[in-house]
């Protein structure tokens, strides 16, 4: 009786680790390698784009991919080492070259009645890549005399809320005659076990308690309504609060500004999969708050506008 106790516990114990062994790998985060704002600024590789009025500097990934054949050996090689190790990849120069085909140049996305949410080409970026992770990375090359070394930092960002979730930094080992593609490599590896390590933790912390995304409810100017309208005794607020609290994981979110024109809610965390099994994001899950407000008894017609990956917009009045 003992041993076949200890069968159907041993088994019972192997086919959790083959299930959790699987789960893990299936929820691996997306990266994107990309160069830091500080190379890009150092290497005189940033832009500017109207916002609304207001000149913002931004990098200029498309001409340093273009141009600089010290980044494509960098990306190259990290790419390489995030691919031996089985995280999925989005490729920086095939994310640039599908904007363009999209004609996804405009960074003013207006309603009919000129209404408008400004949006960068890094938002714009982001969306067509739809990585999880931006994988930034900084280096220099150190020389003392025949001997080189590279410095070298990692920052994993969340895609949709930009926080960095990962890092890694370190200089290698001095090297004489190498050449760039092995200095990172010799720099980076005893790092990126734990840099990984790090970006799984961020990942199954999605799976857990949800992915986080930013909110905002505004109204046109032409709407005769608020959100302090009542209905059925509830104000309107009130009610988005709640639908807040019904859909969103354990709950979880934070009203960090409410008047009668506007709410905004951040570390709002959405689930990752829908009750139909079908993945969701931030569009994916706001329209299905921008569905519930048109509907009676609210019937109020409204606009979702994104910016980015992690970023809603829904506009109460018109569309």
């Known amino acids: 009786m003992k041993n076949i106790l200890k069968r159907k516990y041993f088994i019972s114990l192997l086919m959790l680790i083959i299930t959790s062994l699987g789960f893990s790998q299936a929820k691996k985060p997306t990266i994107m390698i990309v160069p830091s704002d500080v190379w890009c600024t150092n ?3 940033m ?3 109207d ?7 931004i990098p200029d990934y498309k001409r340093a991919f273009q141009e600089n054949a010290e980044l494509l050996l960098v990306t190259a090689k990290l790419s390489e080492l995030m691919a031996e190790r089985e995280f999925p990849l989005e490729s920086m120069e095939g994310a640039l070259k599908t904007l363009a085909s999209e004609s996804a140049e405009d960074a003013l996305l207006t309603s009919k009645t000129g209404a408008g949410i400004s949006e960068s080409p890094i938002d714009k970026l982001k969306k067509t890549a739809k990585a999880d992770i931006w994988m930034q990375v900084t280096w220099t090359i150190n020389q003392i005399g025949p001997k080189k070394s590279i410095t070298f930092i990692l920052q994993g960002l969340d895609a949709y809320t930009n926080k960095q979730v990962a890092g890694a930094s370190g200089t290698g080992n001095e090297l004489i005659g190498a050449t760039l593609q092995v200095m990172l490599q010799t720099a980076v590896l005893s790092h990126l076990d734990n840099f990984n390590v790090q970006l799984m933790a961020f990942k199954e912390d999605m799976f857990i308690n949800g992915r986080e995304i930013i909110i905002r409810i505004k109204k046109f100017e032409s709407w005769d309504g608020d ?18 609290t019904k859909n969103t994981v354990q709950g979880r979110f934070s009203t960090v500004e409410s008047t ?3 709410m905004l809610f951040k570390q709002v965390r959405i689930p990752m999969y829908n009750e139909a099994g079908t993945a969701i994001d931030a569009r994916g899950f706001c329209k299905e708050l921008q569905n519930y ?7 109020i017609t409204n606009k979702l506008m994104m910016k980015g990956l992690g970023e809603s917009s829904i506009v109460l009045g018109d569309k």
């Open 51 to 57: 916002n609304q009025g207001t000149k913002v500097k």
């Open 227 to 244: 959100l302090e309208k009542e209905y059925d005794g509830k104000e309107l607020n009130t009610i988005i609060e709640e639908w807040l």
């Open 293 to 299: 407000l048109k509907k009676p008894p609210f019937a």
């Open 260 to 262: 009668e024109n506007m």
């Open 47 to 49: 832009m500017e784009y």
């Open 43 to 45: 290497n005189g590789y």
